[in-house]
């Protein structure tokens, strides 16, 4: 895919419209997941995507033939979310505390047999961790997104962050060890029992 993903830039470039589609296409699903675990809104997730491949086709000609199309694109999502959350901080923060809120009102459900207990405490988990990105810094927020929901590699990470392989395992570190307190309370460390 990714000698498929530069002939389509190669061939965009040169004017075929058919061919950035197709990188449209194949990666604006995987923008998606990233811009809203980013944002915490379907609305600014879809606004991240469309600014993305916006800002993708204006530097088509700026993209070196060596790198990764899609980790390229990212970067440029990754800055579109930086962008937008800038631009609207509370809105965010609302969007991730109707998350929160949805998943504290099912919890008053205490007669819920074992399966539900399970999708209670995983309505939960998901709940805080929401929280917890709210609270990361764009960098952290980022590389744990893409590391812990996107499985990306340290190194993929550092290209679409523009970060050193040690600032990015830094901001990963940073990210983990925050969202693991913020679990704390819910799922308790088992590693000194």
């Known amino acids: 895919m990714a000698e498929s993903d530069v002939l389509a830039v190669r061939l965009a470039r040169e004017g075929d419209s058919q061919a950035f589609r197709a990188l449209v296409e194949r990666h604006s699903r995987t923008l998606y997941r990233l811009a809203f675990r980013m944002t915490g809104s379907r609305?600014?997730?879809?606004?991240?995507?469309?600014?993305?491949?916006?800002?993708?086709?204006?530097?088509?000609?700026?993209?070196?033939?060596?790198?990764?199309?899609?980790?390229?694109?990212?970067?440029?999502?990754?800055?579109?979310?930086?962008?937008?959350?800038?631009?609207r901080p509370k809105h965010i923060v609302e969007a991730h505390e109707g998350v929160i809120e949805a998943a504290t009102e099912s919890s008053a459900m205490s007669d819920a047999p074992p399966d539900q207990d399970?999708?209670?405490?995983?309505?939960?988990?998901?709940?805080?961790?929401?929280?917890?990105?709210?609270?990361?810094?764009?960098?952290?927020?980022?590389?744990?997104?893409?590391?812990?929901?996107?499985?990306?590699?340290?190194?993929?990470?550092?290209?679409?962050?523009?970060l050193g392989t040690s600032a990015t395992k830094h901001s990963v570190f940073r990210a983990v060890q925050k969202v693991r307190a913020a679990l704390e309370p819910i799922v308790p460390n088992r590693a000194g029992s």
């Open 43 to 87: 609305e600014d997730a879809e606004d991240v995507v469309q600014e993305t491949f916006l800002r993708a086709h204006r530097q088509l000609g700026r993209f070196e033939a060596r790198a990764n199309v899609g980790t390229w694109l990212y970067r440029i999502a990754v800055n579109c979310c930086y962008d937008q959350m800038r631009s």
């Open 118 to 162: 399970r999708l209670l405490f995983s309505a939960q988990v998901r709940a805080r961790v929401a929280e917890t990105l709210t609270t990361l810094s764009a960098a952290e927020r980022a590389a744990f997104v893409l590391r812990h929901f996107e499985g990306r590699s340290i190194k993929e990470i550092g290209r679409a962050l523009g």
